[in-house]
């Protein structure tokens, strides 16, 4: 079997067993496990990770712990599963995707590599655009945009993306379904 096809499963199975761990003390291990086989690139992949994370961890911690007030309850050995399960799993997911090619990887399968050859123009093709909007607003603006021109901005983007996500998985699914992959 190849590298990349095992190294895929290895990660499969990490990921499965992660799930299933609920002792903070095992998590911080693997954390840490994880951070050794990092190397060099240890600082970089949890800078990254760290920035992923952040939005979406403050928002659920912050959930949880409104709701911990009102019913009276301690969320603190919650949160640390919670965050440190995330933090650990994405952190596992970018060293994945920084060492395993991908495509190798789900060459068994000439349906999974199409898919991620699909997702991954998709993604270039969306950061393409985004940089795009970017330099739209600093070139239409002649002083540095303010933070509501630039949440304006952003809002207006995201609209887009999700009017063009939609519009492009309705065309997808369309094409699909011509091609018999879905049953009527």
Same mark, same amino acid.
Do not use: C
């Given at each position: 079997m190849?590298?990349d096809?095992?190294?895929?499963?290895?990660?499969?199975?990490?990921?499965?067993?992660?799930?299933?761990?609920?002792?903070?003390?095992?998590?911080s291990a693997?954390?840490?496990?994880? &951070? $050794? /086989?990092?190397?060099r690139?240890a !600082?970089? +992949?949890?800078?990254? #990770?760290?920035?992923?994370?952040?939005?979406? @961890?403050?928002?659920?911690s912050?959930?949880?712990l409104?709701?911990?007030?009102?019913?009276?309850f301690?969320?603190w050995?919650? &949160? $640390? /599963?919670?965050?440190?399960r995330v !933090?650990? +799993?994405?952190?596992? #997911?970018?060293?994945?995707?920084?060492?395993v @090619?991908?495509?190798?990887?789900l060459?068994f399968?000439?349906?999974?590599?199409?898919l991620?050859a699909?997702?991954?123009s998709q993604? $270039?093709n969306f950061?393409r655009v985004?940089?795009?909007f970017?330099l739209a607003?600093e070139?239409r603006?002649?002083?540095?945009p303010?933070?509501?021109?630039r949440?304006?901005?952003s809002?207006?983007?995201?609209?887009?993306f999700m009017?063009k996500?939609?519009?492009t998985s309705?065309?997808?699914?369309?094409?699909?379904?011509?091609r018999?992959f879905?049953?009527?």
């Amino acid at each position: 079997m190849k590298r990349d096809r095992l190294l895929l499963i290895l990660y499969l199975t990490v990921v499965l067993v992660i799930t299933l761990v609920h002792d903070p003390l095992w998590l911080s291990a693997g954390l840490t496990g994880i &951070l $050794l /086989l990092a190397g060099r690139q240890a !600082l970089h +992949l949890l800078r990254r #990770t760290l920035r992923v994370i952040l939005v979406f @961890n403050l928002a659920v911690s912050l959930g949880y712990l409104l709701l911990a007030h009102v019913r009276g309850f301690s969320p603190w050995d919650t &949160l $640390l /599963l919670i965050n440190l399960r995330v !933090l650990v +799993l994405t952190l596992l #997911t970018f060293l994945f995707v920084s060492r395993v @090619n991908q495509l190798r990887a789900l060459d068994f399968s000439p349906t999974l590599s199409w898919l991620l050859a699909l997702a991954y123009s998709q993604a $270039l093709n969306f950061r393409r655009v985004h940089a795009d909007f970017r330099l739209a607003l600093e070139s239409r603006s002649p002083l540095r945009p303010r933070l509501l021109d630039r949440y304006r901005a952003s809002a207006a983007a995201a609209a887009w993306f999700m009017d063009k996500a939609l519009a492009t998985s309705r065309e997808s699914a369309q094409a699909l379904r011509a091609r018999g992959f879905f049953g009527d």
